[in-house]
């Protein structure tokens, strides 16, 4: 069965410093998302991606933030000066029309 | 209030037992509804999608009160694998079609 695939599964990163979380997502699909998860909390939603570009955005996803589609498979998360409160599962979600989202196995991003 | 609320729980029952799960959203322009499991530190993944009219999947049944924006899950005969945190998901009312979640509800079946 096709997979999200995401890299790296751990990222660890000084304070300040930029991280890119990639994905790739199942190779049909068309929408693409960005979620996370801060330990012992909910999945919350950052922003959705169609046609290259934003169709929607949280308001947790500021210009701290930006996304790519760089070539025709993979999708980043760009957090640029992260901040210790960026520390949190990281996880990409793809789908098709009418279909319900499939979800990579995450990055745990850990920020000191 | 919170868009997705569930009952954190735990739940802790014994195998063979049904247990019954609820939630409630605040938009009333939902249109999708969900039920996701999420294993320990792991990704969701999509348990069942809910239907207006109730829908059965195996020993899983959802449920959809629209009138009272409410979704429930019931799991019969539950077994050690059906251990894990289940999660409340609604499809935010925007053009995107991203998710809101609930915090979950856990659940730990026993021998």
């Known amino acids: 069965e096709p997979e999200v695939t995401q890299t790296p599964s751990h990222q660890v990163t000084q304070m300040g410093q930029e991280v890119i979380l990639r994905c790739v997502p199942i190779s049909n699909h068309l929408y693409f998302y960005w979620y996370r998860q801060i330990l012992g909390q909910k999945v919350e939603f950052l922003v959705s991606?169609?046609?290259?570009?934003?169709?929607?955005k949280s308001e947790i996803f500021d210009d701290q933030f930006s996304v790519e589609r760089p070539d025709g498979s993979n999708f980043t998360l760009k957090i640029r000066s992260t901040k210790l409160e960026d520390s949190a599962m990281y996880f990409c979600a793809s789908k098709e029309s009418n279909q319900p989202q499939h979800f990579g196995d995450g990055t745990r991003l850990s920020i000191l | 209030r919170k868009e997705v609320e569930q009952d954190p729980g735990p739940f802790n029952v014994p195998e063979g037992a049904t247990v019954a799960f609820n939630c409630t959203y605040s938009?009333?322009?939902?249109?999708?509804f969900f039920w996701y499991r999420q294993d320990c530190r792991k990704e969701p993944k999509l348990l069942m999608s809910v239907y207006s009219s109730g829908n059965e999947d195996g020993r899983f049944t959802a449920q959809l009160n629209r009138a009272s924006q409410y979704i429930s899950l019931l799991i019969r005969d539950s077994k050690l694998s059906d251990s894990a945190t289940y999660l409340c998901?609604?499809?935010?009312?925007?053009?995107?079609?991203?998710?809101?979640f609930g915090k979950g509800t856990s659940l730990l079946v026993t021998p």
């Open positions: 938009n009333s322009a939902s249109q999708s």
């Open positions: 991606f169609y046609n290259n570009e934003i169709s929607e």
């Open positions: 998901v609604v499809k935010r009312a925007a053009s995107g079609y991203a998710l809101n």
